[in-house]
């Protein structure tokens, strides 16, 4: 945890992606096609990823006159699994200059210019390695570091605050191209593709394996690009999957290392906890309308938002198997996002607009208004580990702390930020993370006087987060759409590890999770 709490911190003080002039919410960088399905290659071998761009803000099909110009993006992955080995420029429409790459251990960062379309356009091809002993394969992100982007071709660019998705590489037995299954794609795939094309007689080979641009044909277009890629030249099409595998294997879910509960939808709605150790949650909970738990310091207790005759309340019940629920008293709207203090003796929760306080029982439940109502407002909370602070999404979603003592300081930490949302604090209390109206992480100092800058780019999310022992756990969109839970041990940097698969069958989706609290 120690090189986290170093990385979370290192956000707060500018070393995250800043916040860009313009925030775009429908502009995204990927790797592949709609839906980041899997990308397949044997163990040792080598798969050329495409990287698309897309600003759905502005483009639909057939219709965009938005032109990337320029992308710094930071391509994060477990070198133990995977190797980047470099891009490869288109040779027209798309990032063809490589202005720059840096590697180290864990991540690849390409700067490259040009000009694409900015509506599924292709930025470059990434090569990447699986390497031997990697199956099932492994989970690849962008950070994207600065996009530009223009509304005309040749107009002045200006920024946009791109988000992505979480991408996998599987591993294969079978790769597309490979027509005489010798674990290659070169010029006999194309000649005896070519030769069944134009009706000369061929045999022995799987054919079907040559259909490349996915059209369900296995013709002459297919043999020219099973030869350019055998001979390197630049992949022109983003349909073209030439080399790319059949997944036998994917990469799965991991166990956590510390016990999380999260809310999880579909037709078997409610609470779930999983343990440390597993990949199998338990759920806990057939409510489906609770909502952001909170387990306290001993992973024992539970407190959730809980709703009494649609009215937002205060429950508590046992963190580990869900007996013992406990209503706390009336409720009011905005009765959400509970938070224990440290000790777990008390309670913080937002009630009415204002941030209020009640003892664990649910006793001595009041506003905490102090001074002036400085507190009004009052949307997600988080207790500081030194207990004596509470960050708090103030008046127009403007990111607020509060000290509990006869003086009530309220400090504004980035009056630029909007629309704050659900708060945690890092291990060290000198960063306040929070989620904003996209679901993604930010983290500001929490002295004040910074600007706030992004944690986690990604597409998808839930409003609730945590920061816990193992590192950032949270939801977001994963390969070919599911909403699962994610961890990153490192904050914004370094590999990214599945949590839970939803069930496709109960149309399931994992939100809101929760660690133990850092006491």
């Known amino acids: 945890m120690k090189r986290a709490l170093v990385i979370l911190c290192l956000a707060a003080a500018g070393h995250a992606v800043a916040a860009n002039p313009a925030s775009a919410q429908g502009v995204f960088v ?13 163990e040792g071998g080598v798969i050329g990823v495409p990287v698309l761009g897309t600003d759905a803000n502005n483009c639909s099909p057939g219709y965009c006159y938005y ?31 490589v202005n720059d790459t840096t590697r180290g251990p864990g991540y690849f960062t390409v700067d490259a210019s040009g000009s694409v379309v ?21 989970y690849v992100w962008i950070q994207p570091d600065s996009v530009l982007e223009a509304s005309c071709y040749g107009c002045t660019p200006s920024f946009v605050q791109a988000r992505s998705r979480i991408a996998q590489v599987c591993s294969a037995t079978q790769i597309y191209g490979d027509v005489d299954a010798n674990a290659q794609v ?27 641009d996915a059209d369900g044909l296995t013709n002459s277009r297919d043999a020219l690009m099973m030869l350019s890629y055998a001979i390197a030249l630049p992949a022109e099409n983003a349909a073209d999957r030439t080399g790319f595998g059949i997944p036998s294997g994917c990469p799965g879910p991991t166990p956590p290392g510390e016990p999380v509960v999260f809310v999880r939808t579909g037709s078997a709605a409610g609470l779930y906890r999983l ?58 709207p905005q009765s959400g996002f509970p938070d224990w203090s440290p000790d777990g003796t008390r ?31 009052a949307n997600g909370v988080g207790w500081g580990r030194d207990g004596a602070r509470l960050a708090f999404g103030g008046p127009t979603g ?11 300081t309220v400090t504004v930490l980035d009056a630029s930020i909007i629309d704050g949302d659900q708060m945690r604090w890092s291990p060290d209390g ?59 041990p490192n904050g914004p940097e370094g590999p990214i590890f599945r949590l839970t698969a939803p069930p496709v069958a109960q149309s399931a989706g994992d939100y809101n999770p929760t660690t133990r609290r850092l006491p």
């Not at 592949?32 to 399905?37: L, Q």
């Not at 403007?398 to 009530?408: M, P, S």
């Not at 993370?433 to 998808?460: E, H, K």
């Open 430 to 488: 000198a960063t306040v993370l929070f989620t904003r109206s996209n679901w993604s992480i930010w983290a500001v100092s929490a002295s004040g006087g910074d600007t706030a800058g992004r944690v986690t780019p990604f597409f998808g999310g839930s409003r609730a987060f945590d920061v816990g022992s193992t590192g950032l756990v949270f939801s977001a969109e994963g390969p070919g759409g599911d909403q699962a839970l994610w961890r990153l």
């Open 67 to 97: 032109y990337f110009t320029r992308a710094r993006l930071t391509f994060w992955f477990d070198p133990t699994k995977i190797a980047v080995l470099g891009v490869q420029p288109p040779s027209s429409s798309g990032l063809y200059t």
């Open 398 to 408: 403007t990111v607020r702390t509060v000290t509990l003592d006869t003086a009530h």
């Open 275 to 332: 343990e440390a150790a597993t990949t199998t949650p338990v759920q806990i909970s057939t409510y489906a309308s609770d909502n952001f738990p909170r387990l306290d310091s001993s992973g024992q207790r539970l407190v959730f938002q809980c709703d009494s005759v649609l009215t937002p309340q205060v429950c508590v019940a046992n963190g580990v198997d869900g007996s013992s629920r406990t209503q706390l008293g009336p409720g009011s």
């Open 30 to 42: 990927r790797l592949g096609a709609e839906g980041d399905t899997a990308f397949a290659t044997s």
């Open 347 to 377: 309670i913080a929760f937002p009630q009415s607009g204002f941030l209020s306080l009640m003892d664990s029982s649910g006793a001595n439940r009041a506003y905490f208004v102090g001074g002036a109502t400085p507190t009004y407002g």
């Open 118 to 138: 900015a509506y599924r356009g292709e930025f470059y091809r990434l090569h990447v390695r699986l390497l031997p002993g990697a199956a099932p394969g492994a």
């Open 186 to 212: 070169d010029s006999r795939d194309a000649l005896i593709t070519l030769s069944a094309a134009v009706g000369l007689p061929v045999s022995g080979f799987d054919l079907a394996m040559g259909d490349v």
